[in-house]
Structures are given as structure tokens and as C-alpha cells.
């Protein structure tokens, strides 16, 4: 029997956290990975932990809801009686912290770790990033203070208490708060989800209300309902009252009589000549502040003046026009909703202060900050207190039962105003003076205030007009309006912005495997702008826009990603998507149109929780589990661990493959059988498949970076290449011109495959970085013709590659070189110095190769100055470098000796 622990330390720790931004391992969804410890409550499940279950659903009575694995409310309630450990309990509590800050999500997964008892991958998913980590650091301090405090917890409650640890009580505010600070207006949050519900990709570029929707050359930004269709001159335009008026009334508009003062004196003389009572207000304010209507006398115009002063260049004094105060929202030159708002009001019931009601009215759960909620809260200010003094009031009168009260002079929701819907039922002549107002200021979303008593009735008729026309108009009163209907204001936005259906997105090809990312790449970016297209490429050695680089370095990741994605102007992303980068934080694209699988091979293997190849092939297949329904994923038919990725991948399949036709596996041909498609090798001539035909695209000596059809690793990349542009609508004649005219210079595939001549010898300069890239180079050298005299080769390996991967990679050189130069990097990753070089020794020994054809210099740049002096007369180098640049530079400035030097017995 297991005793009850006694310690007085945490008794969990968190060993990492990452936060996935995008597909990735687990999940298309993005989520928060916690890496937790239990240690010793590995022991202990909920069912043995007491009072536990019961104090936590206290706390949280949400948790209720959770439905858990069972899919209906209850479920993990269930799990809890049943017993569960405390890190699905974390995932659940996270989630629910998360909805009481108002994120309704329900998404979440909890794992062990393979061989580690006790540990847990707990992961949930999340809206906002900084409330997901917070929500999870609070979830587990909030469970840790639940638990007796024999197990070490922080508080312990006495029977079924609910009152929430003092540190944590301020936790659960700061989420709170922190929910509050990162929400989005009602204006931009009502477009962000018509975007998101389109499809449109959606992404927010600051704290506030900037965001960008869709990518590339189709992206368009909006600041609330400002967009990149917004003219600055419209803007500036309808931020000077008096000259929209102007504009207005030149066009036979209907607009206040006013004056623009700069001073209290001449307010009252323009007070008097338009006759009271008059209207002041900034002259170019917003949200209502510093504008009262109503003023009736010099004290009030006075009061006024100074109230509206601060807030604009200068003071407007113009009529006051007769009726309720009207917002009219144009969209494109069209009405699409109206609004007759009015001030809050009090109504009095015979005993209560003007106060005490207001308190009541802000007790409203419609009611909150700013523009958090459907109302906003009334506050008792000087403005308020000013217009009940006109009244004969303040904020502590007692009205008569049933006693209406204006509390404001203005009708904005901004300062606690109702609004309801009005649109149907305004008249055709007020809805065409409206969309007449914005096409004349030129905004493309256009806030009309207009003043009237009927909007049922002709302006004509009934007196009133237009006081102001506002560029990003506020959509609350619209999308919930007080009373009314509420109207679709975002729809007729995005149809402005991306019109006939428009997704906003430029087509994404994603590539991953262990070998031949970039050239494939590099190929298909290639044959894209030959089809006349602006390409964004993320690779392992920078970024390109439209074949320029624009970073440089390792740029294979999401980051990368979403940096070609935001790119204006371009029409095409091709994204190298590497292990590394997905381990650490997912895809940096929700989905895509191509994704394509090269090969899976035993590299990075013992690194990030990949242990066997059929874990890094669960990794490389999140590219095409993440292809969208209508798109393509391209798969290698050749190797069996990509192939079987097959039945997860999205949209539909196109095989690649080096076998003929009568070679292919059954799947290859059943897919063909379902409108799949493939591009194979015959007798050197590449065959697209579809329907049931063959068409010969070319023969593979016809691209140059297949040296002649030596390189068989770059007919496999062609083949992939091919097949990608080929699914993302390339036409045949285009592939085969772009393809023909695609070689391996350093220009065009830095580090891959890169030949240098010298006059004496050839050089050859490649990335390869694994057994499997170097038994692929090995075999090109053998196959060139004419053969080189010798081949010595320049070989290192990464430091943080296990040990029997580097003494394969010795092997694989002793086997396919004459003479071989052994090197290591200068980043030693973790090893001692010497000890990767060591271990290439070895495992070329062990090959059998003789030690007198070895050679160890572990400095890059002089293994590759000694391999560079071993070359004569008709050999070949080959040296797989790390600093590509540097190494690059190294070999074209060589001078070689023009000694002949005696041939070798071709090794293995």
C-alpha cells in the first residue's frame, strides 16, 4: 500500500513549453504544449486525492460542461470520479480559464512521453497566445492549490470552500484584464470573422485594430473599418466639419447653417446670428467628445466653447436642426444599415437620485468599458452634469415615477447612447442623400450622421440634414443594436475588398523531406516565374522574392513562412517546411495548395522526441495533412514510408516516381484508378499520368541539373518539382522550357550541386549533410562520363547527430571515394573537439577503406585548402561544406597545381 508523501516542495515541474502557431504534430489546430512532471503524483489520480475533484469543481463549475473524451457534457467529470491524472486535469482547467475570459474553446489532448513515467505533453488549444500561456500557468497553481497540503500543495481547504487563493484570485483577474486589453472592437472583430468565416486568411499586426487579411498580392489591411480602399485626402476631408459641409451643400445636400470661431467672444456673436438654439462642436473631433447640441444661451455657448476646444484645431457653432440624431452606414456607395440613436435616458420611479438610477442602468450586463460590450457605461462627468443643470437637475434629483430624463446631449454609444435599426423603413431619398454624401467626400465606408424627425418621410418634408460625414465608422450600433435588427455590415466589407468571392490567398507550395528540399524548390520557384509569377521561396540558405534575396542564412521555418506570406506583390509561396522548425512550433501557414513529401531517411534521428523514422515520418506528413480539400499532395511512390501517407493527406494525390510504369505498386495504380496523378521515369523520358494518358514531357538530359541523367537524386527532384507546378496549373510546354533551362550554379542552387572548373580539375560543392545525401552524391560521381580520374572528397558531419549516424557517414565515404579529407564544423553541437571526425574515421575503417587514403583536418577552411592541393589532372573534388559561402568563395579563388599527379585504384 502506497503511504501519503510528505514533502514541502512543488511536486510538479515544467520542464518546456511550446507554443504552435500553426499545423503541426498533434494537431491542426494551434495550441500551448506544456512538457509536465508529475514525479511522484504519477501515483496518485484523482479518484485517491480526497476533497480534490469536488473543491476544483467548486472553483470551476464550467468544468460540468466539459464533454471530454466521451463528446457530451459531463464526460470529464466522469473521468474525474473514475480517476485521471492531474496533467488531463491541467488541459481542462486551462481551457475553462480561457472561456471565463471569454475564449469559448474546446480543444485539448494529453500525453505521456514514450519511456519517461510521469511525464506529459499537455497541450489545449488557444485564440490569443499570451492568454493561452497564461491561462496555463495559472491552471497549474490553481491544481497544485487544491491538493492536500501533505502533498505539498500551496493552501489547503477546509470542506468545500470556493474562495480562490489570494496570489490566484489576482491571476484569474490579470486574465481577465489581459482578455479585455487584447480584445478586439466590435467593429474589427465583426470583420475579422466574416474574413475567418470566408476562408480569408487573418492575421493581427499590432495590439490594437491593425490587421491584415489575406497574403501576399491579394492582402488588404484595415485599422477598424478604415481598409487600404480608404482615401487619405477623403479622410482628411471628412475630418474637417466645415468643409464637408461645404462640399455637402455645394451639391445641394441638405447641411446646417454654421461658423467656424476660434474664440468664447466670437462663439456667442455666431450663436446669435444663427439663432438659438445652436449646436457646438470640435472641428474635427470624434466619438461625440466635446459636442452639445441644445444651447440656448451665451452662458451655455460659453461652457460649450470651452468643452469643445480641446478637442479640435478649432470650435464649430452651426444650427441645431430638428429631430433624433441618425447614423447612416455606406459601404462601396451603397446603404446597408441605419441607426436612429438616442442619449441615455433616465426614467425615474419616485424615490431614486439620478444617480442611483444611472448606477442601475450600468448594472446591465449589456453594458461595459468602452466598446467591450452591446452598451457602454454611463459615467456622471462634467458634461452630464452641465446638461442636467440646463434641465434644472443634477445627478442627485429624485424624479417623478415615470419621469423621462435626457442625461446627454449627444447620442453616441460611446458615452452610454441606444441605438435602434432604422433600415428599412428610411425613405429612398434620405438613402441616396446619404450614399451622394460619401461618394463626394470619397470614403469608401462612410458614417452619415444625419438629423431628422421622420426617417420615414422625405428631408424635404420634414426638415433636418446631414451635420457630419466620418471615415471609419464604429459597426456596434449595427451588428447589435440596442433594438431592431441587427445587419450584416461586414459582408458588404468583404465583398469590397475581395470581390466575386475572392479568399484573399496566393497559392502556397510547401516541400519537406530529409534530402532534396531546397534544389526542389529552388526548381519549382524557377518554373513558376517562368508562368509569369512574382514567387516568394523560404529555403535552408535565405529567402528569395521574385529571384532576389532578401535574408540569408537558414530560412527553412515558419517564421520564414509567414514573412513570404505577408509579402505585397507577391503571387506564389514556395515554403521549404524542415523537421526542426514544425517540431518547434508547427507550419507557418494554416493550410496549403501543394504539399509535397520528398523521402523519409535516418537523419536528426534521437533529436526532438523523434526517435525511429516512423516518427519523422509523422512529421514530415503534417505538410500534406495541412493540404487543403481542393488542392494536391505530392508523394514519392518509391519510398514506402512517404507513400503510406497517402490515406492522412489532404486534397488529391500526385505520385512522383523513378520506376516505369510496369514497376509501380499497387497503390499507385489504384490512385490513378481515382482521378490521381503521377509523373514517372521511362527509358529517361518523364511521363505525366492522368485519366488513363501518358503524355512524354521530356527527356531528364534535357534539364541540366541532372548532369546528363548522372544525378539521379535530381531527377527525383525534378520529378517532385514537376509534379508540384503541374497540380498548381502549369501548363506542360511551360514545364518543359522552365525545366530545360534549370542547372545547379551557386547562383541558382547555392550549395547543391555546384560545379566549379578551374582548367585542371573539376570542384564540386554540395550541402550534403547525412548518410543519405552523401550515398546519393557518391552514386552521382560514379555514374558521370566521362569518369574522373580520382575523386577525393571533402566530409564532415553535424555534432549533434547520433553516433552510429556519423560513423555511417564514414562508411558511406571510405565506400564511394578515393580519397577522403574529414572535417568537422565549427559549431561542434554538444561534441568534444575531434570527436566527430573521430567517429568518421572509424566508420570508414571500418568500411574497409585504407587508412592511407584518410585524411582528418578538422578547420573547414583548411580540410578544404588540403583537399583542394590533393587534386591533379582529370579529378574530381567533391566538398560537402558547411559555411557554403565561405567555402564557395574558397574554391573559386583556388590556384591549382598543374602537376600530373598518379591515379588511384577506384575505391570499393
Known sequence: MTTTPHVSARPMQVRRIRVYRGPHLHSMTPMVQVELDLGWLEQWPTDRLGEFSARLVALLPGLADHGCSDG???????????????????????????????????????????????????????????????????????????????????????????????????????LQDLARERALGPTTAALVQEAERRGIPVARLDGDSLMRLGQGRHQKRIRASCTDLTSQVATDIAG??????????????????????????????AARRLGFPVVAKPLDGNHGRGVNTGLASDHDVRWAFDQAAPEGAAVIV?????????????????????????????????????????????????????????????????????????????????????????????????????????????????????????????????????????????????????????????????????????????????DLLFPEGSQGRIPIFAVTGTNGKSTTGRMLAHVLRASGQRVGLT???????????????????????????????????????????????????????????????????GQGGVATLED???????????????????????????????????GRICWFSLRPEAEWHDSLREGLARQDRAVSQENETIILHQDGRRLALMSVR????????????????????????????????????????????????PGRLNLHRNGVFDTILDYAHCAGSLEALGTFVRRLDPAPRRVIALVGAPGDRRDEDI???????????????????????????????????EGALGAGCPRSRLFTVRDEVEATRHALRLGGPGDLVVVTADDIAAVWDQIRSFSPRTREVPALARAG
Open 72 to 174: 457530451v457534457p459531463g464526460g470529464f467529470l466522469r473521468r474525474l470520479e473514475e480517476g485521471t491524472w492531474l496533467g488531463h486535469v491541467i488541459e481542462h482547467v486551462a481551457l475553462e480559464l480561457q472561456a471565463r475570459a471569454g475564449h469559448r474553446i474546446t480543444r485539448g489532448k494529453t500525453r505521456s512521453v514514450k519511456d519517461q513515467p510521469g511525464v506529459y505533453h499537455v497541450m489545449y488549444a488557444y485564440q490569443d497566445r499570451e492568454i493561452g500561456l497564461l491561462a496555463g500557468r495559472l491552471a497549474i497553481e490553481l491544481v497544485e492549490s487544491l491538493l492536500p497540503l501533505e502533498f505539498g500543495g500551496v493552501l489547503g481547504l477546509g470542506g468545500f470552500g470556493v474562495e480562490v487563493p489570494g496570489h490566484l484570485a489576482e491571476g484569474l483577474e490579470r
Open 702 to 749: 534535357d534539364i541540366p541539373a541532372t548532369f546528363g541523367g548522372a544525378a539521379l537524386f535530381n531527377i527525383e527532384n525534378a520529378l517532385a518539382a514537376i509534379a508540384m507546378a503541374w497540380c498548381g496549373g502549369v501548363e506542360p510546354a511551360t514545364l518543359r522550357d522552365a525545366m530545360s533551362s534549370f542547372a545547379t550554379s551557386y547562383e541558382t542552387t
Open 318 to 494: 452651426e444650427q441645431m436642426m430638428p429631430g433624433d440624431d441618425h447614423r447612416i452606414l455606406v459601404v462601396g456607395g451603397r446603404v446597408v444599415a441605419a441607426a436612429r440613436r438616442l442619449p441615455p435616458i433616465a426614467i425615474g420611479d419616485g424615490a431614486s437620485t439620478i444617480r442611483e438610477i444611472v448606477a442601475e442602468m450600468n448594472r446591465d450586463p449589456r453594458r461595459g468599458v468602452g466598446h467591450e460590450a452591446v452598451l457602454t457605461r454611463i459615467e456622471i462627468d462634467d458634461c452630464m452634469e452641465h446638461f442636467l443643470a440646463s434641465q434644472g437637475l443634477g445627478p442627485d434629483s429624485v424624479l417623478r415615477p415615470g419621469q423621462e430624463v435626457r442625461l446627454r446631449p449627444t447620442a453616441n454609444l460611446s458615452t452610454g447612447g441606444t441605438a435602434t435599426d432604422v433600415t428599412d423603413i428610411m425613405h429612398p431619398g434620405t438613402r441616396l442623400a446619404a450614399e451622394r454624401a460619401a461618394r463626394i467626400v470619397g470614403l469608401d465606408i462612410a458614417g452619415i450622421d444625419l438629423v431628422c424627425p421622420d426617417i420615414t418621410r422625405p428631408l424635404s418634408e420634414t426638415g433636418g440634414g446631414i451635420v457630419e460625414v466620418n471615415a471609419g465608422p464604429g459597426f456596434r450600433m449595427h451588428v447589435a443594436p440596442s433594438a431592431g435588427r441587427p445587419r450584416d455590415v461586414a459582408g458588404p466589407v468583404m
Open 616 to 650: 519523422m515520418a509523422a512529421v514530415k506528413s503534417v505538410v500534406v495533412e495541412a493540404v487543403r480539400r481542393d488542392g494536391w499532395s505530392v508523394l514519392n511512390a518509391d519510398d514506402p514510408l512517404v507513400a503510406g501517407m497517402a490515406d492522412d493527406a489532404g
Open 240 to 269: 474637417d466639419k466645415d468643409l464637408t459641409k461645404a462640399l455637402l451643400s455645394e451639391a445641394g445636400l441638405p447641411v446646417p447653417r454654421g461658423a467656424t470661431v476660434r474664440s468664447r467672444d466670437d462663439a456667442v456673436e
Open 807 to 841: 560513423r555511417t557517414m564514414g562508411a558511406v565515404a571510405g565506400r564511394h571515394f578515393d580519397i577522403v579529407v574529414f572535417k568537422e564544423d565549427q559549431d561542434l553541437r554538444g561534441r568534444a573537439p575531434g570527436e566527430a571526425a573521430a567517429l568518421l574515421m
Open 539 to 605: 529555403s535552408t540558405t535565405g529567402i528569395l522574392i521574385d529571384g532576389r534575396e532578401v535574408e540569408t542564412g537558414d530560412c527553412a521555418g515558419p517564421g520564414s513562412a509567414r514573412l513570404v506570406l505577408a509579402e505585397p506583390g507577391v503571387d506564389a509561396a514556395v515554403l521549404e517546411c524542415a523537421r526542426g522548425g514544425i517540431l518547434r512550433e508547427g507550419l507557418g501557414f494554416q493550410d496549403c495548395d501543394v504539399g509535397c513529401v520528398l523521402n523519409v531517411r535516418p537523419d536528426h534521428l
